[in-house]
């Protein structure tokens, strides 16, 4: 069993994603405009552009291109960070502020529909599962000092 379970989170994430995406089809943004997005509201306004990639998991040249993209359609703006000039923030414009809600109530409805049968107590139970598996492999992945 243990050894299908990367290959189960694998397909999960796909899964999650496709379903999710299905539902932000008819808003004109592509699966990694609608997730970077989404990882920006989470994070907080004002990350790096550095950052944002690495919390979503992608090489910073595939960032900036989503990023010049969704700063083309008037929904993203970029700053030069204060405290470092070679650092770019990233902020939502009104435009994007307002697409975002449209965003994040497609993404809870695709939520609801990816849990569907799981009670809440099973919802609880899962959520605090993959967090740990995330802690463990964020362990793994940090060399240890010496």
């Known amino acids: 069993m243990e050894s299908n379970i990367g290959w189960l989170l694998s397909r999960a994430a796909f899964a999650w994603r496709d379903a999710v995406d299905r539902y932000m089809a008819d808003l004109g943004l592509t699966q990694t405009r609608w997730i970077a997005m989404l990882h920006l509201d989470r994070m907080g306004e004002g990350c790096s552009q550095k950052d944002l990639a690495d919390?979503?998991?992608?090489?910073?040249?595939?960032?900036?291109?989503?990023?010049?993209?969704?700063?083309?359609?008037?929904?993203?703006?970029?700053?030069?960070?204060?405290?470092?000039?070679?650092?770019?923030?990233?902020?939502?414009t009104d435009k994007g502020r307002s697409l975002l809600q449209q965003v994040e109530q497609r993404a809870s409805a695709g939520?609801?529909?990816?849990?569907?049968?799981?009670?809440?107590?099973?919802?609880k139970i899962f959520h605090t599962l993959l967090n740990q598996v995330i802690d463990n492999a964020h362990h793994i992945s940090k060399p240890e000092k010496s």
């Open 55 to 92: 919390n979503i998991g992608i090489e910073q040249s595939s960032m900036l291109r989503t990023l010049n993209n969704l700063e083309a359609a008037d929904l993203l703006i970029r700053k030069t960070c204060s405290q470092d000039a070679r650092r770019r923030t990233v902020w939502f």
């Open 111 to 123: 939520r609801r529909e990816m849990l569907e049968g799981l009670s809440e107590e099973e919802r």
